[in-house]
């Protein structure tokens, strides 16, 4: 539990990333190109395709106790009789859409993180992804986010939809970087609330996208942050 955690070292390397921050640096114009169309979950099925997209697409809007399975249904061009023949409940389809969805994000995030990383450095890179992914085109995108985050805390299965890969791509980081964050606990954490709050932050200010990140992020990782 968190309780065990080191934070002090969190916090040292936090303070140490800000002493300095360096003068305003205007990022590349990169556009990340797995955010800018709607994915499809690609089954091979195009019914089922249709139904799951439009179960991220309704929970996304309405949140996942508004999203009821007429509505579900009514943006897929389905029947509910389709929908209860692939699956037991609401849930559990919103339990296959999530971990297809996060499969494929993942993926993609890590092949442009990649990408982006190798031409402009880790601190240009992770400022740039976090730019992209507050444009306020993708604010229903974020709610999405914000409610699969919600719902794992009351509902253990829909952690463990997308626990395995995460572990895999932490696997992957570690072997990328013997130093990284991913070999520390604490910072696997603050990483995870790092997200959440990036998220939440559009919510409060719509032009959050246009902040000056690099001046904060490129201290932080220079400092193995």
Same mark, same amino acid.
């Given at each position: 539990?968190?309780?065990?955690?080191? =934070?002090?070292?969190?916090?040292?390397?936090?303070?140490?990333?800000?002493?300095?921050?360096?003068?305003?640096?205007?990022?590349?114009?990169?556009?990340?190109?797995?955010?800018?169309?709607?994915?499809?979950?690609?089954?091979?099925?195009?019914?089922?395709?249709?139904?799951?997209?439009?179960?991220?697409?309704?929970?996304?809007?309405?949140?996942?106790?508004?999203?009821?399975?007429?509505?579900?249904?009514?943006?897929?061009?389905?029947?509910?009789?389709?929908?209860?023949?692939?699956?037991?409940?609401?849930?559990?389809?919103?339990?296959?859409?999530?971990?297809?969805?996060?499969?494929?994000?993942?993926?993609?995030?890590?092949?442009?993180?990649?990408?982006?990383?190798?031409?402009?450095?880790?601190?240009?890179?992770?400022?740039?992804?976090?730019?992209?992914?507050?444009?306020?085109? @993708?604010?229903?995108?974020?709610? @999405?986010?914000?409610?699969?985050?919600?719902?794992? =805390?009351?509902?253990?299965?829909?952690?463990?939809?997308?626990?395995?890969?995460?572990?895999?791509?932490?696997?992957?980081?570690? @072997?990328?970087?013997?130093?990284?964050?991913?070999?520390?606990?604490?910072?696997?954490?603050?990483?995870?609330?790092?997200?959440?709050?990036?998220?939440?932050?559009?919510?409060?200010?719509?032009?959050?996208?246009?902040?000056?990140?690099?001046?904060?992020?490129?201290?932080?990782?220079?400092?193995?942050?």
């Amino acid at each position: 539990g968190t309780k065990q955690l080191d =934070w002090t070292v969190v916090a040292d390397k936090l303070v140490a990333g800000l002493r300095e921050v360096p003068a305003p640096i205007d990022l590349p114009p990169d556009r990340a190109p797995h955010l800018q169309h709607k994915q499809t979950l690609a089954t091979g099925d195009d019914q089922l395709d249709a139904l799951l997209g439009a179960a991220l697409e309704v929970i996304g809007e309405h949140g996942f106790d508004g999203a009821t399975t007429r509505r579900i249904v009514r943006a897929a061009n389905c029947t509910e009789g389709l929908l209860f023949s692939r699956y037991k409940s609401k849930l559990e389809l919103f339990l296959d859409a999530t971990k297809r969805q996060h499969a494929m994000a993942l993926s993609a995030n890590t092949a442009f993180m990649s990408d982006i990383e190798q031409r402009y450095g880790q601190g240009i890179g992770e400022s740039v992804s976090i730019r992209e992914m507050q444009r306020p085109e @993708l604010a229903q995108d974020r709610a @999405l986010l914000l409610e699969q985050w919600r719902l794992s =805390w009351h509902w253990p299965e829909l952690s463990r939809t997308y626990e395995p890969q995460v572990s895999d791509a932490l696997e992957e980081l570690k @072997l990328a970087s013997p130093t990284g964050f991913a070999h520390d606990p604490a910072l696997r954490h603050y990483a995870h609330a790092h997200g959440l709050g990036l998220a939440l932050l559009p919510l409060l200010y719509p032009d959050a996208w246009k902040l000056p990140y690099a001046q904060a992020v490129i201290p932080l990782t220079a400092e193995g942050l």
